[in-house]
């Protein structure tokens, strides 16, 4: 150790309150090696004088909530500045764990959430009927509604980033941009379980590297980016496999599908007041994609080519319905046949295993 002196400066002061007291000390302090010395060693004379965190200050019940040290460039090399913060105001978990944990890496996982957003085309609306004029044609575009999403934010210590923070593309385990494929439990202050395919991980920063207390750490930071609801299946329609039912899937016999377990009277009343008895009537809104099979061509039975809609000689100027091999479902010109709304369901993301970050948001 080179560290000749400290000197305390006394023209830093605070802020007072009725209910909170926040300090501010600062010193200097002088070391004739400073190729030697480092903010480390003079963190560890400081501590030697009782300045360190979690330390009270000498005039006050307020205690030190951080300690910084950095070189003073505008002065002798050797000369080093160091704050301490002093306060008796509430702690936020950062500062609880700063505290409580010498060492970085042993620092639990800090977690923030906000809402966002989001434009959203529903496939029905909240009575699962299908989104068509009195003709029963589709309408072109369907309506656009806004829902939210819930962005929860994450930081952890690691000694260095781990593999299931990238991408597919840059580590096979990675979880970077891939959805749960099985529900996943959130604690902290949220305690909540979301559904199978409603959580997207998002990698977003890496830290420079980082020292404190003498541990090497890089601070890792992601999201999980979550899309959450219900629909009502439309009349008559099938729970077919890809259906779920508070986060579970539906899994149905082709035998089941056909003859169907399907929701045959919608009211507002049954939605509203019964909620709990159609609950395996919903459909989970996540991140995989939901839309009309409807469109301008049709495939031809026989010979599998395209065929477009015709009212008369003339081609139609709007999407009809298909059937769910791609069909003419109805004769346009027929006034007692009606096309039957039927939804394509397609995933979009990669699903993955979530196990790696678990402990990490549980």
């Not at 560890?44 to 000498?58: C, D, F, I, Y």
């Not at 205690?63 to 002065?75: I, K, Y």
């Not at 056909?258 to 809104?285: L, M, N, P, Q």
Request: hydrophobic share 35%; proline share 6%; with cysteine.
């Amino acid at each position: 150790m080179a560290i000749l002196w400290i000197k305390e400066l006394f023209r830093y002061t605070g802020k007072f309150s009725l209910q909170q007291e926040d300090l501010t000390r600062v010193f200097h302090i002088y070391s004739d090696a400073i190729d030697e010395d480092d903010p480390t060693d003079v963190r560890a004379a400081l501590e030697a004088t009782g300045v360190s965190r979690g330390a009270t200050h000498p005039k006050s019940t307020a205690w030190c909530r951080e300690v910084s040290v950095n070189p003073n460039a505008d002065r002798d090399k050797g000369l080093f500045v160091a704050t301490a913060s002093y306060s008796n105001g509430p702690l936020s978990q950062r500062e609880e764990d700063k505290i409580a944990f010498r060492n970085p890496l042993d620092r639990p996982t800090i977690m923030e959430g906000n809402r966002v957003a989001q434009v959203y085309v529903p496939p029905v609306d909240r009575y699962g009927k299908a989104y068509q004029n009195a003709a029963n044609v589709p309408l072109d575009p369907p309506p656009a509604i806004e829902i939210s999403r819930l962005q929860l934010s994450f930081r952890k210590n690691f000694d260095n980033v781990p593999d299931w923070w990238f991408s597919r593309a840059t580590s096979w385990t990675g979880l970077g941009d891939c959805i749960n494929e099985s529900s996943i439990f959130v604690g902290h202050s949220l305690q909540r379980v979301f559904p199978r395919r409603s959580a997207r991980l998002i990698p977003i920063s890496i830290s420079e590297q980082l020292t404190e207390n003498d541990y090497s750490f890089v601070e890792v930071r992601w999201m999980l980016d979550i899309i959450t609801g219900y629909r009502i299946l439309r009349l008559g329609e099938v729970a077919g496999p890809e259906a779920e039912v508070d986060g579970e899937t539906v899994v149905m016999s082709l035998d089941e599908q056909k003859s169907g377990d399907t929701w045959t009277d919608v009211t507002a009343e049954h939605f509203i007041d019964s909620f709990a008895d159609v609950g395996k009537y919903r459909r989970a809104i996540n991140w995989d994609t939901e839309f009309a099979n409807v469109g301008m061509d049709y495939l031809d039975a026989g010979t599998d080519d395209l065929v477009p809609f015709m009212f008369g000689n003339r081609r139609v100027s709007t999407p009809q319905w298909l059937s769910p091999e791609g069909g003419n479902t109805v004769e346009l010109n027929s006034d007692t046949e009606k096309p039957e709304p039927n939804y394509i369901y397609r995933g979009n993301y990669p699903l993955a295993d979530f196990a790696p970050i678990e402990v990490l948001v549980g």
